[in-house]
């Protein structure tokens, strides 16, 4: 089993960065791929970014990519999210998930996903 807890949410400006994590609990993380969603205000949950098991490999949806970076520390537990360059429609409620594919790193449908977050809010003002 594995229970996920993010944090790092907030309220920023456009244009800001913003580091998030998700923390971990059991002794399997490093058996799972891990992905960060978000769900913006009327808008349907969306794939954000992935990375393997092991760290080594990663995939990003195009609207982050280059201004998000997930990684993650399997030492700790925890897998982040730094973003930067933070617009307006980057606001949305940002949720971590496992996945058991470990070494996947393709967007995979939602439900594949075993274990989420609860989520942490992140609004990015004009």
């Known amino acids: 089993q594995l229970s996920l807890v993010e944090s790092g949410g907030g309220l920023v400006q456009a244009g800001d960065s913003l580091q998030l994590s998700c923390v971990a609990s059991g002794r399997v993380f490093g058996a799972y791929s891990m992905s960060w969603f978000r769900q913006g205000p009327g808008k349907e949950r969306e794939f954000i970014a992935t990375?393997?098991?092991?760290?080594?490999?990663?995939n990003y949806a195009n609207r982050v990519k280059g201004r998000f970076t997930i990684s993650r520390d399997n030492a700790k537990n925890t897998v982040y999210l730094h973003m930067n360059n933070l617009k307006p429609e980057d606001t949305a409620v940002y949720y971590c998930a496992a996945n058991p594919r470990r070494d996947y790193i393709d967007i995979r449908p939602m439900s594949e996903y075993e274990h989420w977050g609860q989520g942490t809010q992140v609004t990015v003002s004009s």
């Open positions: 990375v393997s098991g092991s760290g080594r490999r990663t």
